[in-house]
């Protein structure tokens, strides 16, 4: 038991330094001086600083999916299921401003490097996006989605209003950036859902209306 607490504090404070530094600023040194263990004592628990990264990928992993994949689950299938998991992914995202994405962050660091750590994120990475690709068919088999509806294209378009979401929120440091990312998930469902098929998550319809607010005060 001790053992197991004792790791999953180390775990801990490894995610946090990951967040800020990258995995590739993890070290074993540099968590044993966090953690205030020698550095044969954070060894004995991973055994490698491979293993530690992959330690840290599947930990980031399993939070995520607590904070943003579990709850969405409880929803309803279809449309009101997909705005709960874009609306808790964007919650998710603005929490990391500060912080740091591991998915995105380990992408740029592992893109071209091939390796257990990459198979890694690779693989934590897929198991989301499938997950996501499988909310959109069962909102096409709800008859909230048009029939003709190409998931793995839709998948591909939300994904990448998350990117752009973290890249204007984390780099350029936008305001509003998330507003903009929900207005644009609603366009996306505007373009693939039947009409009438359900409503605009209210979280989304009042993103959406404070930014034609925020377009309308700044043309007058």
């Known amino acids: 038991m001790k053992g197991r607490q004792t790791r999953a504090t180390i775990l801990d404070a490894a995610l946090a330094l990951a967040s ?30 491979e293993e530690l990264q992959i330690s840290v990928v599947r930990e ?6 607590d904070e943003v994949f579990f709850p969405a689950m409880a929803e309803p ?33 592992f893109d071209d490097r091939p390796g257990p750590v990459r198979d890694a994120l690779v693989g934590m ?3 989301w996006q499938s997950s996501l690709e499988r909310a959109i068919e069962m909102a096409v088999d709800e008859g909230h989605l048009r029939a003709d509806t190409e998931p793995a294209q839709m998948l591909f378009e939300v994904h990448g209003l998350i990117l752009a979401l973290h890249h204007d929120a984390r780099f350029l440091r936008h305001p509003g950036a998330d507003e903009r990312a929900r ?37 007058v």
């Open 183 to 219: 207005a644009a998930f609603e366009r996306v469902l505007g373009h693939y859902a039947l009409p009438g098929a359900a409503p605009a998550s209210e979280t989304a319809s009042e993103a959406a209306t404070a930014l034609n607010r925020k377009r309308t005060t700044s043309s």
């Open 125 to 127: 990475v897929q198991t």
């Open 20 to 49: 800020h530094m990258g995995l590739e600023g993890l070290s074993i040194g540099a968590l044993a001086e966090v953690t205030q263990m020698s550095k044969s004592g954070v060894f004995a628990h991973f055994g490698s600083r």
């Open 77 to 109: 299938r279809g449309l009101p299921r997909l705005h709960a998991l874009f609306d808790r992914w964007i919650k998710r995202v603005t929490v990391e401003i500060d912080s740091g994405c591991i998915y995105i962050s380990g992408a740029v660091e």
């Open 60 to 65: 980031y992993h399993a939070k995520f999916a």
